[in-house]
């Protein structure tokens, strides 16, 4: 079963750091590009970052460009999603996805309305 598992999520002040973990299970994730998405209460989903599977074309939103960095392990088939100096609009629970072609990363991120989500992983930024 091919599967996608994010976690890292919590409560944190703002201007504090997580950082996401995206895990592949049943499926190489080398091989495919990965993306970060998130979706705050009452708002649509919108793709934050997406890398290539060299790393060579990343896109980063303007609202996290500067504060989160998109990474990833292929030894451990994770991707991850480092997120410093986080903002109170940050808030929003964040999904990852894998994608075998891509023509640009810009592309991916704007793929927000995909057939299925793994379960997500919250994050909350408050004092």
């Known amino acids: 079963q091919l599967r996608l598992v994010e976690s890292g999520g919590g409560l944190v002040q703002p201007g504090g750091s997580l950082r996401l973990s995206c895990t592949a299970s049943g499926f190489s994730l080398n091989y495919y590009a990965i993306g970060w998405f998130r979706q705050a209460p009452g708002k649509e989903r919108e793709g934050v970052s997406c890398m290539t599977t060299s790393g060579d074309h990343i896109y980063y939103a303007d609202s996290v460009k500067g504060r989160f960095t998109i990474s990833r392990d292929n030894a451990k088939n994770t991707a991850y999603l480092q997120m410093n100096n986080l903002k109170p609009e940050d808030a929003a629970v964040y999904y990852c996805?894998?994608?075998?072609?891509?023509?640009?990363?810009?592309?991916?991120?704007?793929?927000?309305?995909?057939?299925?989500w793994g379960q997500g992983t919250r994050v909350t930024v408050s004092a």
């Open positions: 996805a894998a994608d075998g072609i891509v023509t640009t990363v810009q592309a991916m991120c704007a793929m927000t309305n995909r057939r299925s």
